[in-house]
């Protein structure tokens, strides 16, 4: 297995597609949730992060970017280091145009400013509603994203009894909400899992499927990307 890691994904407005970044690079890919656990399918890439975003340029989001999620339609926060910055992009184009500049991440969402996420997020995942999960470590916060509110924070462990003893316990590397309903990808190392978070119901998480599973086996279209 290479010895490069996904850094940062999120879920694209189009059905079934996401895009993937691993360092200065990412792909658009389809995820075909719901047609077999074999992700073939290349649509664009690799492509240099500052060619699909030029507004990057020059800034530490050319070089690595750490997380990003989804919210309404082609807008996007994207995350690198202790900044954020909110963007437009066009899906299979390099229109991407830059809605909030690059600020702190204590700026952009006060709300998490008494907490270490300020100094840098690893993962997300967009749940329902306005509300994302933030994860740092083996930490996650929940907030809403546009009221700036703190929902709640916990262990992942806790907050998410499927993950409790797993690798994902101490730690997220990437995430992206599927376009199933509740069901969202998570990335660690060499290995993924296809979990169903159903946020506010008392049925808990689950693994779908009850595994955890190897990149490699399971998304032969990032072989490019990751070099296994």
């Not at 990057?56 to 202790?82: L, P, Q, R, Y």
């Not at 006060?110 to 509300?131: Q, R, V």
């Amino acid at each position: 297995m290479s010895n490069l890691n996904i850094d940062a994904a999120f879920r694209s407005s189009t059905p079934n597609e996401c895009y993937m970044f691993v360092g200065e690079n990412y792909v658009v890919l389809n995820y075909a949730p719901c047609s077999g656990d074999i992700k073939k399918n290349i649509i664009n890439g690799p492509i240099k992060t500052v060619v699909g975003f030029p507004m990057f340029a020059g800034k530490t989001f050319e070089g690595k970017i750490d997380c990003a999620f989804d919210t309404e339609d082609t807008d996007v926060f994207i995350f690198s280091g202790n900044e954020c910055a909110k963007i437009q992009y066009v899906p299979h184009s390099a229109e991407a145009t830059l809605l909030i500049a690059p600020i702190p991440i204590s700026q952009m969402f006060p709300c998490i400013y008494s907490l270490f996420f300020a100094n840098g997020i690893d993962a997300a995942i967009k749940s329902t509603g306005n509300e994302v999960f933030l994860f740092k470590g083996g930490w996650y916060a929940r907030i809403n994203y546009r009221t700036k509110q703190l929902m709640s924070e916990n262990y992942i462990g806790k907050g998410f009894s499927s993950l409790y003893g797993t690798v994902f316990e101490s730690g997220i590397e990437a995430a992206f909400a599927s376009h199933v309903q509740n069901e969202a990808y998570i990335f660690k190392k060499e290995y993924y899992a296809r979990i169903n978070f159903a946020p506010g119901t008392a049925d808990g998480d689950f693994i779908v499927g009850g595994k955890i599973r190897k990149i490699s086996t399971d998304w032969p279209a990032l072989k490019n990307i990751l070099h296994f």
